[in-house]
């Protein structure tokens, strides 16, 4: 209970934060004007929106994931609030669930207003570009949807992490610069495995294997081929995907308890 009461607190802060607000607002313009870039692209209309729309949510996404979960911490360090939570019995478990909860809640808001304005904008280009070869407006919903959750699983795994390197610092600058980090690295993990193949020993083609092994794949939440093709299959599949997320996520909390255990507050 501590922890839904933490994680509300949490959340109403961070929608109030005009830094977050920026980046939703900015977000939507993008994928307002995204149907201004179809003239670059004739016959590839509504293919275009898709990509554009996409990599924007992705995107903006982990910019509101990183920033709202890595100053949660520092910023209540700074006002120095944390050490009047922590002075009461509270685990400090539970703060961190709390803060991690809020931090969801926040994400979740700000997915769903971008998920909404995309659909509107494809329900519009679908209605705007009549094509009897294409599929009807409720596969392309019923894939976007399925983008949409998979993109918030992967900011389940960003924020944990994030909060996992907030608990070391004491500003909120350097669990955005690793959380964007770890993002451009999860979108391009699959090149380590390619540079695996063609190490030049095999002791470094055993490091960077590891690397791979070890770091998340955020490729496999980047349904970017299937929405433009309204292809609904998920190859991993949904689930399987979620247990991927859901164990990232709790290693990363757990290394952020670990560290928080050992903090002198």
Request: aromatic share 12%; net charge positive; charged share 15%.
């Amino acid at each position: 209970m501590n922890s839904i009461v933490i994680g509300l607190n949490a959340y109403r802060e961070s929608i109030r934060k005009k830094t977050l607000i920026a980046f939703l607002l900015f977000a939507m313009l993008v994928i307002g004007t995204s149907t201004f870039l179809t003239v670059l692209s004739p016959g590839e209309e509504i293919k275009m929106v898709k990509d554009v729309c996409l990599s924007s949510i992705s995107f903006f996404g982990m910019l509101i994931a990183v920033f709202g979960a890595g100053a949660l911490i520092p910023q209540e360090t700074d006002n120095r609030t944390i050490h009047t939570i922590l002075s009461k019995p509270m685990r400090r478990i539970t703060y961190l669930l709390g803060k991690y909860l809020g931090a969801q809640l926040t994400i979740l808001l700000n997915l769903g207003l971008m998920a909404v304005l995309f659909l509107v904008i494809l329900y519009l280009q679908s209605r705007r570009y009549v094509d009897e070869s294409q599929a009807p407006f409720s596969a392309t919903a019923l894939v976007t949807m399925k983008a949409m959750v998979l993109v918030f699983f992967e900011m389940l795994v960003l924020s944990a992490l994030a909060l996992a390197v907030s608990t070391l610092s004491t500003s909120a600058t350097l669990p955005v610069i690793v959380g964007i980090f770890i993002y451009i690295v999860g979108h391009s993990v699959n090149y380590l495995k390619n540079l695996s193949e063609h190490a030049p020993s095999e002791f470094m083609s055993i490091i960077i294997r590891q690397f791979y092994l070890i770091l998340p794949n955020f490729s496999n939440f980047y349904l970017r081929n299937q929405l433009i093709h309204n292809d609904p299959y998920v190859p991993q599949g949904i689930l399987k995907l979620f247990a991927y997320a859901f164990l990232y996520a709790a290693f990363g909390l757990l290394i952020a308890y670990l560290l928080f255990r050992k903090k002198d507050m």
